[in-house]
């Protein structure tokens, strides 16, 4: 049975962090590029950033220089280290998977307010 179990989302003031984290079960990770998307209230899903099977990372510019991305493949995964947070980060936070099947995780919550 694959899973994608997202954790880590929360309730953090502008300008302080979160670190998001993605266990991936039940296929083979390390032959899957790994991504973060969100949705954002009334607005279109996002993508977030992305890492590939060797280690390499895109970004959106909305989140470039403040989010990394990377991967642990001896524990099957995926973490995005979220850091100068803003109120316009506020989303549900998907990871998903992507390469000969496509998956998705259940998302969770990240809420920038003070």
Same mark, same amino acid.
């Given at each position: 049975?694959?899973?994608?179990? =997202?954790?880590?989302?929360?309730?953090?003031?502008?300008?302080?962090?979160?670190?998001?984290?993605?266990?991936?079960?039940?296929?083979?990770?390390?032959?899957?590029?790994?991504?973060?998307?969100?949705?954002?209230?009334? !607005?279109?899903? =996002?993508?977030?950033?992305?890492?590939?099977?060797?280690?390499?990372?895109?970004?959106?510019?909305?989140? !470039?220089?403040?989010?990394?991305?990377?991967?642990?493949?001896? !524990?099957?995964?995926?973490?995005?280290?979220?850091?100068?947070?803003?109120?316009?980060?506020?989303?549900?936070?998907?990871?998903?998977?992507?390469?000969?099947?496509?998956?998705?995780?259940?998302?969770?919550?990240?809420?920038?307010?003070?």
């Amino acid at each position: 049975q694959v899973q994608l179990v =997202e954790s880590g989302g929360g309730l953090v003031q502008p300008g302080g962090s979160l670190r998001l984290s993605c266990a991936a079960s039940g296929f083979t990770f390390t032959s899957y590029a790994m991504f973060w998307y969100r949705r954002a209230p009334g !607005k279109q899903r =996002e993508l977030v950033a992305r890492i590939t099977t060797d280690g390499v990372t895109n970004y959106a510019d909305s989140v !470039k220089g403040r989010y990394t991305i990377s991967r642990d493949n001896a !524990k099957s995964t995926v973490y995005l280290q979220m850091n100068s947070l803003k109120p316009d980060d506020t989303a549900v936070y998907y990871c998903y998977a992507g390469g000969v099947r496509s998956y998705w995780g259940q998302g969770t919550q990240v809420t920038v307010s003070s």
